[in-house]
């Protein structure tokens, strides 16, 4: 073989591999400086604290420190833009939440579309909520809950965070598949509402159960249900909505998206590394500490669960004319 038709071959040989062996180098690098997560919220929120302990975990496995920033406002869409317009590089990544089901239907106009700027990465939690009354009410269980908001139309109350929290939407889904009406009685955040609830201000609420699980055990909340599809280890005697109210599903969950084009090698590595921590017995105890359960799964089962719940939320929102404030 001639040189110059020899060296054409290997250049061209070259040339073919060269996109394999840097897409191989660029994820095997992966992350080469700090990596930002950001949290739709304030200090202290669950996304935030989810965020925080999560970002410790990957900082380790990885080598380079995972950052949390917090990007409160604007219904959360201030901090989610702000993640849809970084590079898709894999670091700048965002806590995913409900909310992010919730807004798609909520808001009219938004300057993205979540499910087309978001690459889901993985799931980092499930959360439990609880159907609480208080101690005052006459019922002492879902159908005498029914029974008694059927009986007495409109002048049973049930408190929120705020409108179109997923505290909310849990409380409008109840009445929409029970057939009940109940007040909505919006407050700034879940300690207010759960302090009038104590106070016997509002008859129902159903908050996270790491915000109530305290009060529960003190007996200042009498527990009816857990708005899960099974039982809470936590609350192992209390039954679900579910099994009064057929095919009632309503949990807040946690979970890790990034840019849209974001690449399949970073997110894979990402996913791996988040699944890893939910198989470690100490994350896997400060989760079921702070009321939850690991959500491991792939970006696809991740993708799922985000789609099922913006369908159903969507129908929830448009049945009680929830609109943002």
Same mark, same amino acid.
């Given at each position: ?35 930002? !997560?950001?949290?739709?919220?304030? #200090? ?11 970002? &410790? ?7 380079? @420190? ?11 869409? !201030? ?9 898709? $590089?894999?670091?700048?990544?965002? #806590? ?5 089901? =919730?807004?798609?239907?909520?808001? &009219? ?7 087309? $700027? ?7 939690? #499930? ?15 879902? @159908? &005498? ?74 007996? *200042? ?37 990034? @840019?849209?084009?974001? @690449? ?7 996913? *791996? &590394? ?29 993708? *799922? ?11 929830? =929102? *448009? ?7």
């Amino acid at each position: 073989m001639k040189p110059s038709r020899r060296r054409f071959l290997n250049l061209a040989v070259g040339a073919a591999v060269l996109p394999a062996v840097s897409r191989t180098a660029k994820a095997q690098a992966y992350p080469s400086r700090p990596v930002r !997560i950001i949290a739709a919220t304030g #200090l202290g929120g669950a996304p935030d604290i989810f965020a925080r302990l999560i970002g &410790e975990w990957l900082s380790e496995r990885l080598g380079q @420190p995972f950052i949390t920033e917090n990007r409160p406002g604007g219904g959360h869409n !201030i901090g989610t833009e702000a993640v849809v317009r970084a590079p898709p $590089d894999g670091y700048t990544l965002l #806590l995913v939440d409900p909310t992010a089901s =919730i807004n798609a239907t909520l808001y &009219e106009k938004l300057n993205y579309n979540f499910a087309r $700027d978001i690459a889901p990465v993985a799931g980092i939690v #499930l959360l439990p909520q609880v159907m609480v009354v208080n101690p005052s009410m006459p019922a002492k269980t879902v @159908p &005498e809950l029914i029974a008694y908001a059927k009986a007495n139309p409109g002048k049973v109350s049930i408190a929120s965070p705020g409108v179109a929290t997923p505290g909310h939407v849990a409380g409008e889904l109840f009445k929409m598949m029970a057939g009940v009406n109940m007040v909505h009685v919006p407050y700034r955040g879940g300690a207010a509402a759960l302090s009038d609830v104590i106070a016997g201000h509002v008859q129902v609420f159903f908050p996270s159960t790491s915000l109530s699980l305290q009060q529960i055990r003190a007996g *200042k909340l009498r527990a009816l249900a857990v708005t899960t599809t099974t039982r809470w280890e936590g609350l192992p005697d209390i039954s679900t909505v579910g099994e009064f109210v057929p095919g009632y599903e309503a949990s807040a969950w946690v979970g890790v998206g990034a @840019p849209k084009r974001t @690449p399949v090698e970073i997110v894979d590595q990402l996913n *791996k &590394e988040v699944n890893a921590a939910l198989a470690d017995p100490k994350i896997n105890t400060r989760l079921a500490d702070l009321g939850g359960t690991g959500l491991a799964g792939s970006p696809a089962d991740f993708a *799922k669960l985000i789609a099922e719940e913006t369908e159903k939320w969507g129908k929830v =929102i *448009k049945f009680a004319e929830i609109k943002p404030e």
